[in-house]
């Protein structure tokens, strides 16, 4: 499939793309603006404004084999609009290795985040539902997790070798939630950033000591 307006440069890199960790680095390029366009997104634009300072935390995890999708900011205020929005800190992540998805959850949960986990394997498997993520004057407007079909599991990762989409198409599809609306919701990526090891220093953190170890 032809990703209309991304470049042929950019096309033939996302389709040398042959493993997982391959597609994790392109994508961590691409948060940090070296690579124009990618995959299922508006061709020749980065990431939104308001995840900016998200980016270190994103490209860690894809590099540390979490494929990142999907990702917003703890927010609470006035919109352009007028009207009050309130967003909780929330990311989703394809996983296609057990042992990362295991220390996933267990990092997640253990530090009070709400967990989906949608099973993509050939055959089914474990299908959590949606959680309301941004609301407008109290109205649910957006949400994370849910079953995605394949014909939107297509139009997310067009232009993919035929093997590599196989695995990502089929893997673990993961959003981590706070639990609270606003701001407080950011230590979401504190905890992303020790499980990827990207924050080291604080023994309070149950998560040093296991990554410390593993390097």
């Not at 990431?47 to 490209?59: F, I, Q």
């Not at 196989?166 to 673990?172: F, I, K, P």
Request: aromatic share 8%; glycine share 12%; charged share 25%.
């Amino acid at each position: 499939m032809k990703l209309p307006w991304m470049s042929r440069a950019d096309r033939r890199l996302w389709k040398s793309a042959k493993t997982v960790a391959d597609l994790g680095e392109l994508m961590a390029r691409w948060l940090e603006g070296e690579i124009d366009s990618r995959p299922g997104y508006q061709p020749r634009f980065g990431p939104d404004e308001e995840t900016g300072h998200l980016v270190p935390t994103l490209a860690g995890l894809c590099r540390a084999g979490y494929v990142t999708t999907c990702s917003q900011p703890g927010f609470a205020g006035t919109g352009a609009d007028g009207m009050w929005w309130e967003q909780r800190a929330a990311v989703e992540l394809v996983v296609t290795d057990a042992d990362l998805l295991h220390r996933l959850v267990d990092a997640a949960s253990a530090a009070g985040f709400i967990t989906r986990i949608n099973d993509h394997r050939h055959g089914g498997g474990y299908q959590d539902d949606a959680v309301v993520v941004t609301t407008r004057d109290g109205e649910p407007v957006t949400a994370f997790g849910g079953r995605i079909s394949r014909a939107d599991m297509a139009i997310q990762w067009p232009g993919l070798d035929r093997a590599l989409y196989d695995q990502v198409a089929h893997g673990t599809y993961v959003s981590i939630v706070a639990p609270e609306y606003g701001t407080a919701g950011e230590r979401l990526w504190v905890v992303l950033d020790f499980l990827t090891g990207l924050r080291r220093e604080d023994p309070a953190n149950p998560w040093t000591t296991v990554i410390g170890e593993q390097g």
